[in-house]
């Protein structure tokens, strides 16, 4: 009978765990790395590091990570960006600016 509460215990606490669906499956990190302040993509760069912003608001500080897209189509991967670094910072906030001719040209 203990056996049987410990595993229903168990079982209970694993299935209330935070899972942030915000970060890369393990399959999708193999197409994604990082040298210097440049990410890239199937080691195609896409973007790069801009800056780091530290802000306090009403007690609370954030960490901000900033990057922009570089001079390439990014084949709509501003999400996936976005994902990846968090997956590498996740107690970070992370910002993407895209190039101006993708967002004036991106189909909603």
């Known amino acids: 009978m203990k ?6 215990a168990v079982v209970l606490g694993l299935s209330n765990c935070a899972v ?10 193999i197409n994604w790395s990082n040298r210097n ?6 080691d195609i760069p896409v973007a790069v590091f801009t800056h780091y912003e530290v802000e306090l ?15 390439i189509d990014t084949l ?10 968090h997956t590498r910072h996740p107690d970070d906030k992370v ?3 895209p190039l101006y001719r993708e967002f004036k040209n991106k189909k909603p």
């Open 3 to 8: 056996k049987i509460v410990l595993l229903v």
């Open 20 to 29: 942030d669906k915000n970060l890369l499956t393990n399959t999708e990190k």
């Open 37 to 42: 302040d440049t990410i890239f993509y199937h």
């Open 57 to 71: 608001y009403r007690g609370r500080m954030d960490h901000e990570i900033c990057l922009s897209a570089l001079d």
């Open 76 to 85: 709509n991967l501003e999400p996936d960006i976005i994902r990846y670094v």
């Open 95 to 97: 910002q993407f600016t």
